[in-house]
């Protein structure tokens, strides 16, 4: 079956523009994150939402990032006001549940001006 | 000081070597211990997922892990042109389901 998608593939956006990244998951996942992969870095957990539950955004850098999740489903990750360190490549992930193997899309590579 | 330490790379070997990729860590909570494999411009994919100590082997494969270090290690017999990706650990607390990540090691087999 289809795996996680997301879009863009690359965007490209000047300092202090706004911008949103999409996640399509695995379809029947309930869990789904977000994660900020650096150059040279391991990958940095922004958010994760499980079900109907409230999410866990304790890895958000700051009040410029925002994400959404509408219907269970797919997901926005927002970014305001982007700032160079902003850029990065983002990457969405499912599970079925908060305990299984997550599968993660290609991700969206940000490039800020 | 990091919670998982890996070393970048690259490490670079011939085809045919054995791999040798590892992870210190400092939180001795961690449970769960996994390694992805990640292609370039891909998303990571897991390879191995081990529950507390002990060697884990699916085919070319062993994930080794030493608690009483908090040291893994990842294993590669027969290393092929195809295993050329970053090799990413990551770990995860018993209490909570928030995957800790090294930073991944670069390997090139060189055929």
């Known amino acids: 079956g289809a795996g996680v998608s997301q879009s863009p593939s690359n965007k490209v956006t000047e300092k202090g523009k706004d911008v949103e990244l999409r996640c399509d998951p695995i379809?029947?996942?309930?869990?789904l994150y977000w994660y900020r992969q650096s150059l040279g870095q391991g990958l940095e957990f922004l958010i994760y939402?499980?079900?109907?539950?409230?999410?866990?955004k304790s890895g958000l850098p700051s009040d410029r990032f925002s994400a959404e999740r509408t219907g269970g489903s797919v997901s926005t990750l927002t970014i305001q006001r982007t700032q160079q360190e902003d850029s990065a490549v983002y990457l969405c992930?499912?599970?079925?549940?908060?305990?299984?193997?997550?599968?993660f899309g290609p991700g969206t590579r940000l490039t800020v001006l | 000081q990091k919670e998982v330490e890996q070393d970048p790379g690259p490490l670079s070997v011939p085809e045919g070597a054995i791999v040798s990729l590892n992870c210190t860590y400092s939180?001795?909570?961690?449970?769960?211990f996994m390694w992805y494999r990640q292609y370039s411009r891909k998303g990571p994919e897991l390879l191995m997922y081990?529950?507390s100590s002990g060697n884990k082997e699916d085919g070319r494969f062993t994930a080794q892990v030493d608690k009483s270090s908090k040291y893994i290690s990842l294993f590669i017999r027969d290393s092929q042109p195809s295993d050329s990706a970053t090799y990413l650990c990551?770990?995860?607390?018993?209490?909570?389901?928030?995957?800790?990540w090294g930073a991944g090691t670069k390997l090139i087999i060189k055929p």
């Open positions: 992930a499912s599970s079925l549940t908060l305990a299984d193997t997550q599968y």
């Open positions: 379809s029947g996942h309930t869990a």
């Open positions: 939402f499980q079900g109907n539950s409230a999410p866990d």
């Open positions: 939180n001795s909570a961690f449970q769960y």
């Open positions: 081990t529950y």
């Open positions: 990551a770990m995860i607390l018993d209490s909570n389901y928030q995957l800790i």
